[in-house]
Each structure stands twice: as C-alpha cells, then as structure tokens.
C-alpha cells in the first residue's frame, strides 16, 4: 500500500513526498486470505458436511466426559482428573480452529485478521502445549501406580494435581505468549 501510494505521487511529479512516508514500515498486515481447499472451491459446502458432524461430536464427547467426569464422585481420582483437562483440552483446540473453517466453507469469509490469527495461533500452540503436559502427568500417574503402589495415594494428592497443573499453564502460557 505504501509503495503504490509513493509511486503514484512521483508519477504525478509531487516534488514533496513527506520524510514519514519514506520511512513508514508496517510491522504487521491488516488481514490474511484463507483460501480453504484450492482447486475444491466448488465442492466447499460438501466438503464442509464431515468437519461439522467432527465438531459437534467432539463437542458432545468431551462435554458429557467433562460432565459425567465432574459429577460422579467416585471418578475424583487422579487419572480421571487428567482425563477430564484432556477433554477440556481438546474441546478448546477444536473450538479454536473448526469455527473458522466452517465459515470459509459456509459463508465464504476468506479474511482474517492479524489480531484473529495471533490469537488463533495462541490458542492453537497453548492447547497442543497443555495436552503434551497433561499427558506427561498421566505417564506420571500410571508410572506411581505401577512401581510405587504403596506410596501412589500419598505421592498424587488432589494438591499436588493443581500444583502440577498450575505450572503446566503457566509454563505453556509463559512459551505461548511470544506467538
């Protein structure tokens, strides 16, 4: 856009082209073009029909697994627990890229903007982040119940799970951050 508007005020022989916009530089574009499937654009709405029926059903899995998880007490046990931040986690990295999509198939909306896409590119790497952490926690949990059995209530205690948790977010919201 700058490089257009100073050629067309020398091709108009402006002799003022002021210093600021010799020097102007933009650090980030205003959007970016999703294209979808090149060569399929036709077939878009088909294409469509899976990743929504993917969508709904992972929304309705990790949901109930979340619900049935949280309200039965007898599940409140470590490696359920982590099975429930596995479900949140997935649930969060479907609903963090599905969406958009959906609406390039459905409503042709091919822009996104620089803002959307940091954010979609937070959400993205956070959530991949968060679920290698928890699944290091579950290899932990399985790792404590099978070669120490007798220290394994002791050793994973509802506080240590929060603790454990709580530095996982931090760690991967801390590496996350920069993008």
């Known amino acids: 856009m700058v490089t257009v ?14 210093q600021e916009m010799w020097n102007s530089t933009s650090f980030h574009p205003d959007y970016f073009l999703l294209i ?10 088909l294409i469509s029909i899976p990743f ?4 709904v059903l992972a929304l309705l899995g990790n949901s ?12 409140h ?7 429930m931040m596995l479900a949140f986690c997935d649930t969060l990295l479907s609903s963090t890229t599905i969406p958009k999509t959906l609406s390039i198939f459905w409503f042709d909306s091919h822009e996104i903007s620089f ?4 954010t979609e590119v937070f959400f993205i790497h956070f959530a991949f982040g968060i679920e290698s952490s928890i699944l290091l926690l579950m290899a932990y949990d399985r790792y404590c119940a099978i070669c120490h059995p007798l ?14 948790a709580t530095i ?8 996350a951050v920069p993008f």
Do not use: W
């Open 5 to 18: 508007t100073l050629n067309y005020m020398l091709d108009q022989n402006c002799d003022r082209v002021s």
């Open 36 to 45: 979808g499937i090149p060569g399929l654009e036709d077939s878009h709405l």
């Open 52 to 55: 929504s029926i993917m969508y």
């Open 64 to 75: 109930m697994l979340i619900l049935v998880i949280s309200t039965n007490e007898i599940l």
């Open 77 to 83: 046990q470590p490696m359920y627990i982590f099975l």
């Open 115 to 118: 803002n959307g896409c940091l």
């Open 151 to 164: 220290t394994y209530a002791a050793t994973l205690t509802n506080s240590f799970i929060v603790k454990a």
């Open 168 to 175: 996982a977010v931090l760690r991967i919201f801390s590496m």
